[in-house]
């Protein structure tokens, strides 16, 4: 088993799924053959779960091929190469993706035309953030990246609701120019800084059976520092760990922290930084660049907002630890005041749209939007804490937000209306149904027992704690929990409790059927779970904060 290629096989089974169903004939197997697909994949994650060393701190179940190779002249060579691996920071979000996925595609019930084209183009969606996780090449992440704008689009734009076009016009628009700042770094980088390993392979400095230790490798950094390497023997190439490393950074390059280059009081490397946090803010979505978000959720269908909300968002914060912070280090640690403040800003702004909030999937939208942004303030404090409560944060919300989406999607399958003021009551009508919205609710509040609780609390704490952060923007950020207890306890209290009014007399809201039911009071165990035993999470991204941190 250990011998297989098991992370293609994570990106490969969905793609070649989405490649069979797109072809259009087999709309009556669809649902079944992607759920099929999905279980496999779900399968897949468990084993790799189980056969993942959290005390080893690197990457494992490595694959790597070369991709190509092209000769810039006097400037040396350029390589990507197809490169994988899973550590303890990506590990927690495939097994999110897969999980997100699988009760996305069981839920998916009220799709009912081209069923194979909406089949496809969600294991497409699949597949491409699967890529963007495991990736080791900053060009294979962008290729994954960017692949994901086209499902999400069409999946908005063909399914969604009365201003599909408008909303899923505008999603592309924002998460396009988010891709050019970040495609404007990559670009600068790759030719900026040299692959240690491979410059040595090319120059004979070592054989390709030879292992490259530390030493090795500081004795090539040291020779492109001195320049004893020609510029044309030098090998450029995209690998997420050289460009991680300053010290393979050329003399001559813009980017050298000793350049001298400014732009509008700014050094190069400090453009750098802010592009590449714009292109991830957008996705995450940070304030004031949330705007395409509640348009995308109000008229994408319920699975999608799912998938959305659950997975998609993640990636901003991945992109930020994965790529942003390593990258530039310095200048992330000299922004931190400022990270913390934008964190801090979205936490409260969204909380406060959310208070006003009359559409119950709007109002779930902008609670993403007041969530996420205890993602960017945990990250800001720079301290272990800050930074394992940022993570725990973006696994509880995708787990809760799409329990939450769900929510509202059985309100709406059975009515057609998300208005907050058209219920009240549903209590003695739903029981099961206001249960597991209870449970839903609380935990979005930030409960103890619950996984809000621990992500919101660690992360906080690393800011209250940080010497990077002023304490006045962790007890601003803590300002959202006061109104996110008010805008969840008043749509409980309003739906679910008093006496018994629908606005429409002819509704009919019978209580959850069985896949409602294991779909929904699966992720509030998830969550509960999660709040009882943290470790779960804790244990498998240690090390990564930790060798980060260092």
Request: glycine fraction near 10%; proline fraction near 3%; charged fraction near 10%.
């Amino acid at each position: 088993m250990t011998n297989l290629p098991l992370l293609s096989l994570l990106i490969g089974l969905p793609l070649v799924g989405a490649l069979i169903l797109g072809l259009g004939q087999l709309k009556e197997q669809a649902r079944t053959i992607a759920i099929g697909l999905s279980t496999i994949q779900l399968g897949l994650l468990g084993y790799i779960y189980s056969a993942f060393d959290t005390q080893s701190g690197l990457f494992e179940f490595n694959e790597s091929h070369n991709w190509f190779s092209i000769s810039l002249g006097s400037m040396g060579q350029f390589m990507s190469k197809y490169t994988l691996g899973v550590d303890g920071l990506s590990i927690s979000l495939i097994l999110l993706t897969g999980l997100i996925t699988w009760v996305a595609l069981w839920n998916s019930t009220e799709i009912k035309e081209k069923l194979s084209t909406y089949y496809a183009l969600v294991l497409l969606l699949n597949a491409s953030i699967i890529g963007c996780f495991l990736a080791k090449d900053l060009f294979l992440f962008y290729v994954f990246f960017e692949f994901m704008l086209l499902p999400m689009y069409f999946l908005i734009g063909i399914w969604g609701g009365p201003r599909r076009n408008y909303a899923s016009l505008k999603f592309f628009i924002y998460t396009l120019v988010g891709s050019l700042f970040i495609l404007v770094v990559m670009l600068g980088m790759g030719l900026a800084y040299v692959d240690p390993y491979e410059t040595a392979l090319l120059n004979g400095l070592i054989r390709p059976e030879q292992s490259f230790n530390v030493d090795a490798l500081h004795a090539v950094q040291s020779m492109i520092l001195s320049q004893e390497i020609a510029t044309a023997s030098m090998v450029h190439s995209f690998d997420m760990q050289a460009l991680s490393d300053l010290n393979n950074v050329q003399i001559t390059s813009i980017l050298h922290p000793s350049s001298g280059w400014l732009l509008a009081g700014m050094s190069a490397r400090e453009w750098g930084f802010w592009l590449l946090f714009i292109g991830f803010a957008i996705k995450l979505p940070m304030v004031p660049l949330h705007t395409w978000l509640p348009d995308a959720h109000v008229e994408a269908p319920t699975p999608i907002s799912v998938l959305l909300a659950g997975v998609l968002l993640k990636i901003g914060a991945y992109g930020w630890l994965r790529i942003t912070i390593p990258f530039f280090q310095a200048e992330a640690i000299a922004s931190a005041n400022i990270l913390a403040g934008l964190g801090a800003l979205s936490i409260v702004y969204g909380a406060y749209n959310a208070l006003a909030m009359t559409d119950l999937k709007k109002l779930v939208a902008y609670s993403s939007v007041s969530h996420m942004g205890f993602v960017l303030l945990g990250i800001a404090a720079f301290t272990a804490e800050g930074w394992q409560g940022a993570i725990f944060q973006t696994i509880s919300h995708g787990v809760l937000s799409a329990l939450l989406f769900l929510m509202v999607g059985v309100l709406y399958s059975r009515t057609g209306n998300r208005e907050i003021d058209s219920y009240s009551g549903l209590v003695t009508l739903m029981p099961r149904f206001t249960v597991i919205s209870g449970i839903a609710i609380f935990a979005s509040l930030g409960m103890p027992g619950f996984s809000g609780f621990i992500g919101e609390f660690f992360s906080l704490m690393g800011a209250f704690t940080s010497p990077f952060v002023h304490q006045g923007m962790a007890i601003f950020g803590a300002l959202g929990l006061v109104l996110g207890a008010g805008y969840l306890l008043w749509t409980f209290q309003k739906i679910y409790l008093g006496k018994l009014f629908l606005k429409n007399t002819d509704w009919y809201l019978p209580d959850l059927t069985n896949l409602e039911l294991v779909s929904l009071f699966g992720l509030g165990i998830i969550s509960i779970l999660l709040g009882i035993y943290p470790g779960l999470l804790f244990e498998l991204s240690d090390k990564f904060v930790t060798t980060l941190l260092k």
